[in-house]
């Protein structure tokens, strides 16, 4: 009898550079939704997409039904995964996480314009940041911030647990926000107004296992040359003050410093 296959199929551009995908890729594998993947290249998109864009989810059980935007994929697979917590189950919280996931979905729009997302690259020296990016960088953190503290008063009034992400548990929140968590890494963004509660979430984020196994496929695609994009590496190429390179596998996080 042949082995009937999961009803969601992913695909994506190689997630390790891709902000979208690894959003989607997240949240598949943290709460370990059964799926099958595909990684396409940026060209192929519009032939395996009807937006032209990807990621997209197909639902076999809907008829292939196609489901594009990040966003609405993680909505679709909430919906779809009812026992699972990819949202705070307190209502409050979930209002709070879908605001910041929404937020992140559609703003921070210079950092995102600006900043490639490439999980391997780390760039050091005269890294130009202007100053509409460090308007966003503190933006984030007072986010990350205020999201770490109204949670903990919020779950110590309940008397529930506290899990040490954004809302408590793992949520689709979190996940929206790992790519940027990578820009601090990569081009080592300004983290001087980071606040304990915010580097004890980033330093969760970087040594939780689910996590750490997604970094290891990110290193696994790297070695496949097809999965090189090659416009999102060494973005200021020609510049002598900035110096590029890929930090290794055994990088780990170590506060406010670890950007550098």
Not at 211 to 219: D, K, V
Request: aromatic share 14%; hydrophobic share 40%; net charge negative.
């Amino acid at each position: 009898m042949a082995t009937q296959q999961p009803d969601i199929h992913f695909i994506s551009a190689y997630t390790r550079y891709s902000s979208w995908g690894s959003r989607v890729e997240a949240v598949l594998e943290y709460f370990q939704i059964p799926h099958t993947r595909q990684f396409v290249q940026l060209a192929e998109a519009k032939r395996v997409s009807p937006s032209g864009f990807v990621p997209l989810v197909l639902c076999r059980s809907l008829n292939d039904t196609p489901i594009c935007d990040s966003l609405a994929i993680c909505e679709f697979l909430a919906e779809s995964n009812p026992s699972l917590p990819l949202w705070p189950r307190d209502r409050q919280l979930r209002a709070l996480a879908r605001t910041a996931a929404a937020r992140m979905h559609s703003g921070f729009t210079t950092i995102r314009n600006t900043f490639c997302t490439n999980f391997l690259g780390r760039y050091t020296g005269d890294i130009p940041i202007s100053d509409a990016a460090r308007s966003e960088i503190e933006e984030i953190l007072n986010l990350w911030d205020a999201a770490r503290k109204g949670t903990k008063e919020r779950l110590e009034a309940l008397g529930e647990a506290d899990e040490g992400f954004l809302f408590g548990s793992f949520s689709i929140a979190d996940a929206f926000f790992w790519p940027v968590l990578w820009r601090f890494r990569s081009y080592g963004f300004p983290m001087e107004t980071a606040s304990a509660d915010v580097l004890a979430w980033m330093a969760k984020m970087w040594s939780d296992s689910a996590f750490q196994r997604l970094a290891q496929g990110y290193y696994e695609q790297a070695k496949d040359p097809e999965s090189r994009i090659a416009h999102y590496d060494d973005i200021f190429q020609g510049r002598g003050d900035i110096q590029y390179g890929q930090f290794p596998e055994d990088w780990t996080f170590a506060g406010k410093s670890s950007g550098k």
